[in-house]
């Protein structure tokens, strides 16, 4: 028998067995008479495959599907035909070898028309939702709560037009709750619309004006948005705390500057994300903006801050604006059980982690452990040189870690919603 191996990237903590989105699928193996057919569409071949879901019998609604598995791979443009041929040849026999590996990995591949140069070449999708056939979206269950207008279903656990699934944000900062304000207008009030309640509705800090900037006049989005200056960050009245797993989602532009900085952080100077360079332990006051720091701390932790370095930058290159620049920016940070943390942007793909270190103390460098604690959105401490600078659409907490697979969901859904 002749197998299909697919390697996408080593296999990490944020490695799944099945995927949506194609985020988190690092290793798949599948027997080639499992193929159902290959089409192609210009620079990219898709393999389509028959009995290779994760699930043997799934209960379905009627106008719903599981859509097959199906593994994309890039290749040149003009080439496509080609690299079909050479599978189709390979699969018929006329090969003494048993496997067809595409591997990024070692940037290798049977195939000499494959391109597998990055990570970014190879999608593997193997789902677990299924998808209204009429709608092409993933189904939530539910054909009558889809919202034409919208162009989403609307469900108990939708807020502002994005669907949360099972768990519902503690925290959700949205401009649906900004109507009121014209544009420049100071933002006195930045009501929650999470399960937390009116208890954790943002106030500008004593003396800051974080403003209003309306669809009509953005830059980075499709919606209305609040402008933080440098010198300006919102201040919750109550905690925002998550002793254990969360995640973080925060849609955000940078008006064109390509570097950014602590987003959000407490009064302490103790916990601070998820951007910028810190070189001193203890209270945090000053910070350095970066293009792809990855930084992470928590509540009563005063060594060293977790950092990595991500993949890609976070904002790309908004001072040159090259072809395929976005100015809307999602990233979602998640820390699971084990005190791993990883970091989407807004293709849903992790682009850095920070490996856990948790022993408890209040003084371990790189600590990954110790509970969330959120008093401040658009810098920690009062750092306001250095601290982040551009426009925030959302902002919001949920008290658990949602996994790869929603998690490359969730920050595809808000880029979708956001993007101009």
Aim: charged share 20%; with cysteine.
């Amino acid at each position: 028998m002749r197998y299909f191996l697919f390697r996408k990237e080593e296999v990490n903590n944020a490695s799944t067995t099945s995927s949506d989105t194609g985020v988190g699928m690092s290793i798949m193996a599948i027997p080639s008479d499992s193929v159902a057919y290959l089409s192609a569409e210009p620079g990219k071949i898709l393999i389509v495959f028959n009995d290779a879901t994760l699930y043997q019998d799934v209960m379905l609604l009627d106008g719903e599907s599981l859509e097959k598995s199906n593994v994309t791979i890039a290749c040149e443009i003009g080439n496509e035909l080609k690299l079909v041929e050479e599978i189709v040849s390979f699969m018929a026999g006329e090969s003494r070898k048993n496997i067809m590996r595409f591997d990024v990995v070692e940037d290798s591949s049977t195939f000499k028309n494959a391109d597998v140069a990055t990570a970014d070449n190879i999608s593997v999708v193997v789902r677990t939702r299924p998808i209204n056939m009429q709608t092409k979206k993933v189904s939530n269950g539910r054909s009558d709560t889809y919202d034409p207008v919208t162009d989403t279903y609307v469900t108990a656990s939708t807020i502002a037009n994005i669907d949360f699934g099972d768990v519902r944000p503690f925290v959700d900062y949205n401009p649906s709750t900004l109507s009121t304000y014209a544009n420049g207008d100071t933002i006195t009030l930045w009501k929650n619309s999470g399960e937390g309640g009116s208890s954790y509705d943002l106030t500008p800090y004593s003396g800051t004006t974080p403003s209003m900037v309306t669809a009509a006049n953005q830059n980075n989005f499709s919606t209305d948005a609040v402008s933080v200056l440098v010198d300006e960050f919102f201040e919750t009245s109550v905690d925002i705390k998550v002793k254990a797993d969360y995640t973080i989602y925060v849609v955000y532009g940078t008006d064109g500057v390509d570097r950014t900085g602590p987003i959000y952080g407490d009064s302490d100077g103790e916990t601070a994300g998820f951007a910028g360079e810190y070189d001193s332990n203890g209270e945090l006051t000053s910070v350095s903006q970066t293009k792809r720091g990855f930084s992470i701390r928590h509540s009563n932790r005063t060594g060293t801050v977790a950092s990595s370095l991500s993949s890609r930058n976070f904002i790309g290159d908004g001072v040159n604006r090259p072809d395929g620049y976005n100015p809307c920016n999602v990233s979602i940070i998640r820390r699971d059980a084990k005190n791993n943390i990883y970091l989407h942007d807004r293709t849903g793909e992790v682009i850095a982690q920070i490996a856990a270190k948790a022993t408890g103390s209040s003084t371990t460098p790189g600590a990954t452990d110790g509970s969330l604690l959120i008093n401040r959105v658009g810098t920690t401490n009062e750092i306001t040189s250095n601290a982040f600078k551009g426009n925030i659409a959302r902002f919001g907490v949920i008290k658990s870690d949602i996994g790869t697979n929603n998690a490359a969901k969730l920050a595809k859904d808000l880029f979708d919603l956001y993007t101009l």
